[in-house]
Nanobody
Framework: QVQLVESGGGLVQAGGSLRLSCAAS????????MGWFRQAPGKEREFVAS????????YYADSVKGRFTISRDNAKNTVSLQMNSLKPEDTGNYSC????????????WGQGTQVTVSS
């Protein structure tokens, strides 16, 4: 059974940094894509960034380009999201998810970790 467990959220002032981690277990993830999403109160969930487990190809939402970096550690089966120059609008519940490459829908989701950026 696939499990995704996020950690690293918290409260930070605008301009600060946080590093989120997603520990993945339950299968081998070669051929999968790992993604980070966020949802602010009263808003729809939005895509933040993704990385292919094999090859490490990355993709970012325009709103986070140049500030966030997604990476993976194959040996530890973890995916991280380094968030710099945080803004109040980055506040939300951040979840990691995974899907097979070539499949549009993310199949497995973590519970999420809260990120709050104060102004």
């Amino acid at each position: 059974q696939v499990q995704l467990v996020e950690s690293g959220g918290g409260l930070v002032q605008a301009g600060g940094s946080l590093r989120l981690s997603c520990a993945a277990s339950g299968r081998t993830f070669g051929g999968y894509v790992m993604g980070w999403f966020r949802q602010a109160p009263g808003k729809e969930r939005e895509f933040v960034a993704s990385i292919t487990w094999s090859g490490g190809f990355t993709y970012y939402a325009d709103s986070v380009k140049g500030r966030f970096t997604i990476s993976r550690d194959n040996a530890k089966n973890t995916v991280s999201l380094q968030m710099n120059s945080l803004k109040p609008e980055d506040t939300g519940n951040y979840s990691c998810a995974t899907r097979l490459a070539g499949i549009r829908e993310y199949e497995y989701w973590g519970q999420g970790t809260q990120v709050t950026v104060s102004s």
